[in-house]
């Protein structure tokens, strides 16, 4: 197998890992969890659903541990076709957002020790308790807010380098760029006017199988590799 070609498939395999990961922490945690609005009874389903939300907060961290292989996994894929946008690939990708899943763990761990109750926390009464929770939870929300600019700015870089490749397609290249307009402005909409947040994703969704069809690209095709022309004798 080619060098090339095994990088892909690495990537590939990196990128479906997080896929999987990442909808338990951002999408069934908090569903399964949170009660708009209630801090008391979004204490109690932590403190009745513990385990998952342990798994949640697991989730970050493999996921930010995942995040940072695969992006080193594209540079090496990426640095013989332009080693300085790979390099912009890493620090926007690995070494900015990864520090955010990091961070954003704790947000959770923070909230479950408050509904824990533990005893240096006896000054609080359990409303207290249940509130500073809840905000920790919304701080976790909106870190993940914060990270979809990165989300998307990162993929510019990736979808350059994808178009320039040669090995990849073309169409590929376009539709992670597309994406990384997409993810900046759900997240200043998010910030800025959240009530628009659903409706902005709505409409943007197809925009954001772009990551889902490079990794199945990579997966499964992997890198097609030109045989070098033969010179004419």
Do not use: C
């Not at 990551?211 to 030109?226: F, H, N, Q, V, Y």
């Amino acid at each position: 197998m080619h060098p090339i070609d095994k990088a892909a498939r690495i990537a590939g395999v990196l990128y479906l890992l997080l896929i999987a990961i990442g909808p338990f922490s951002l999408i069934y945690v908090p569903n399964t969890i949170i009660v708009s609005d209630n801090a008391a009874a979004t204490a109690a389903h932590i403190l009745a659903h513990e385990t998952v939300f342990r798994l949640g907060i697991l989730g970050d961290l493999v996921s930010g541990t995942v995040f940072l292989f695969l992006v080193f996994a594209l540079y090496r894929l990426f640095k013989s076709v332009d080693q300085d946008l790979a390099a912009m690939l890493v620090v926007l990708g690995g070494l900015m957002q990864t520090p955010i899943y990091f961070l954003n763990s704790l947000n959770w761990i923070a909230a479950l020790t408050l509904v824990n109750g533990s005893d240096y926390l006896g000054v609080f009464s359990k409303a207290q308790l249940d509130a500073l929770a809840m905000l920790f939870i919304h701080l976790h929300s909106q870190g993940n807010v914060v990270s979809l600019i990165f989300a998307g700015l990162w993929l510019f870089p990736f979808g350059i380098l994808v178009i320039r490749s040669g090995f990849l397609p073309r169409f590929l290249g376009i539709w992670l760029i597309a994406e990384g307009f997409a993810w900046p402005i759900l997240s200043l909409t998010g910030l800025f006017a959240p009530q628009y947040q659903d409706t902005v994703f709505t409409y943007s969704q197809p925009l954001f199988f772009a990551e889902i069809a490079i990794m199945l690209w990579m997966l499964i095709m992997g890198a097609k590799i030109r045989p070098p022309a033969i010179a004419a004798t």
